[in-house]
Structure formats: structure tokens, C-alpha cells
Nanobody, 126 residues
Framework: QVQLVESGGGSVQAGGSLTLTCKIS??????????MGWFRQAPGKEREGVAL????????SYAASVKGRFTISKDSSETTLSLQMNLLKPEDTAMYYC?????????????????WGQGTQVTVSS
């Protein structure tokens, strides 16, 4: 059973940076690989996609609101997914979740993801 555990959240001022980490366990990357994504949910809003990285690590997509400021990456062993967040804005405040799916391609559709972490809180003050 795939398990995902996020860390790295915290409180920062606008313009600051944070790096979120998602530890991946419970499966062998030698037999199959995961499409991975970061999603976030702000208070009173629906959960939305932030960044995706395909099973090869080469197909990467970003939400328009974070493009140019956030960078998603994963290590070659597929044990760690990261999200480097720069130039943070108050509107980036949310609970951030990593998610994984054994799919051929990565989609923004959240129902495609079978595995979710518990989330890590990011708070950006102005």
C-alpha cells in the first residue's frame, strides 16, 4: 500500500520561500511508477491542483497561479517528491497535499489519484 507523508509547511511572510517534501513508501519503483501531484485547499475553497510530474519525471505541469514561482521535482528512486515555493503570496495560504496515481499520464482530475497524504499547512502573511 502506497503511503505519502508531507512535511515542510509553515508560516512565512509574503515574498518568502518554503520547500514541501512528500515521502513516498509502500511500493517498488522498479516495477511501476507513479504520476505525482501537489494539490492545495484554502479555507472555504475547493481543493485545486498546483503541480504535476509524470512517472518519468519529464512531463511537468503547473497551475497558472504558481507557474514561474513553484518547482516540482522527485528523486530518481521515487521516494521523495518536492515542491519548491518561491515568491509566496498570501493567496498561496492553504493545506497542501501530495497525491499519487498509477496512470499512464498525469491529469488534474483529483479522482484519478488513489493515494493522498494528510497534508501540510502553508500560511503566508502580508
Amino acid at each position: 500500500q502506497v503511503q505519502l507523508v508531507e512535511s515542510g509547511g509553515g508560516s512565512v511572510q509574503a515574498g518568502g520561500s518554503l520547500t514541501l517534501t512528500c515521502k513516498i513508501s509502500g511500493y517498488s519503483s522498479s516495477s511501476s511508477r507513479l504520476c505525482m501531484g501537489w494539490f492545495r485547499q484554502a479555507p472555504g475553497k475547493e481543493r485545486e491542483g498546483v503541480a504535476l510530474i509524470d512517472k518519468f519525471g519529464t512531463g511537468i505541469s503547473y497551475a497558472a497561479s504558481v507557474k514561474g514561482r513553484f518547482t516540482i521535482s522527485k528523486d530518481s528512486s521515487e521516494t521523495t517528491l518536492s515542491l519548491q515555493m518561491n515568491l509566496l503570496k498570501p493567496e498561496d495560504t492553504a493545506m497542501y497535499y501530495c497525491a499519487g496515481a498509477f496512470t499512464g499520464a498525469c491529469w488534474w482530475t483529483q479522482s484519478e489519484y488513489d493515494y493522498w497524504g494528510q497534508g501540510t499547512q502553508v500560511t503566508v502573511s502580508s
